[in-house]
């Protein structure tokens, strides 16, 4: 059974931290780009960051570039998990935020896989 879960969220007061993590399993991911998207209640889920499947390119959503770094370990004896380390973060910044495996886009059909979703909330 192929799985994304995410971990990770929580409660941060504004200007704090947060690391996300995206645990697979059931195949390898290891040629899939992997992407970070998040969504508040009535919205569109929202783009935040992709990496490529290699490591070695990332992009990020204008409302998070500085702020977030997007990783990914691909290592051969460990399933791949990929990371989302939020940094300055904002109460704008609360959602909840999915992990998912696809092309290397920015819109949410180009993607296969989806995790079940962490919440984060930062308050103010």
């Known amino acids: 059974q192929v799985q994304l879960v995410e971990s990770g969220g929580g409660l941060v007061q504004a200007g704090g931290s947060l690391r996300l993590s995206c645990a697979t399993s059931?195949?390898?991911?290891?040629?899939?780009?992997m992407g970070w998207f998040r969504q508040v209640p009535g919205k569109e889920r929202e783009f935040v960051s992709v990496?490529?499947?290699?490591?070695?390119?990332?992009?990020?959503?204008d409302s998070v570039k500085g702020r977030f770094i997007i990783s990914r370990d691909n290592a051969k004896n460990t399933m791949d998990t990929v990371y989302l380390q939020m940094n300055s973060l904002k109460p704008e910044d609360t959602a909840v935020y999915y992990c998912?495996?696809?092309?290397?886009?920015?819109?949410?059909?180009?993607?296969?896989?989806w995790g079940q979703g962490t919440q984060v909330t930062v308050s103010s």
């Open positions: 998912a495996a696809g092309r290397r886009g920015v819109s949410d059909y180009e993607y296969d896989y």
């Open positions: 059931g195949r390898t991911f290891s040629t899939y780009a």
């Open positions: 990496i490529s499947a290699n490591g070695g390119s990332t992009y990020y959503a």
